[in-house]
């Protein structure tokens, strides 16, 4: 079973930076898709960001488009989010997850079909 860890998380000022990585010690995650989801407290958990398992396609919502960068280095078994010009309302608890299949759409940003998530690291963006 698939085990995912993410790291990097923090607190940080508004217009600062942090880089996310999320990795599965263990495993391989070359034949993943992976998608970075967030959920800030008393909200709904909201799908940031989606790289294939090749790197050569990713995926953003539109709240973070230009702000946050996904990458991933397979030969590091690692997937990064780095995220630049951060806002309070990107404060919450960042996860990874793991699916097989690539809708080719924005469906990539929703939970659906993503099989293994890790358990998250908490951003906060506060001054």
């Known amino acids: 079973q698939l085990r995912l860890v993410e790291s990097g998380g923090g607190l940080v000022q508004p217009g600062g930076s942090l880089t996310l990585s999320c990795e599965a010690p263990?495993?391989?995650?070359?034949?993943?898709?992976i998608g970075w989801f967030r959920q800030a407290p008393g909200k709904e958990r909201e799908g940031v960001s989606f790289?294939?398992?090749?790197?050569?396609?990713?995926n953003y919502a539109y709240s973070v488009k230009g702000r946050f960068t996904v990458s991933r280095d397979n030969a590091k078994n690692t997937v990064f989010l780095k995220m630049i010009n951060l806002k309070p309302e990107d404060t919450g608890v960042y996860s990874c997850?793991?699916?097989?299949?690539?809708?080719?759409?924005?469906?990539?940003?929703?939970?659906?079909?993503?099989?293994?998530w890790g358990q998250g690291t908490q951003v906060t963006v506060s001054s």
């Open positions: 997850a793991a699916k097989r299949e690539w809708s080719f759409s924005d469906q990539d940003l929703t939970s659906f079909k993503y099989e293994y």
């Open positions: 263990g495993f391989t995650l070359d034949y993943w898709h």
């Open positions: 790289i294939t398992n090749s790197g050569y396609h990713t």
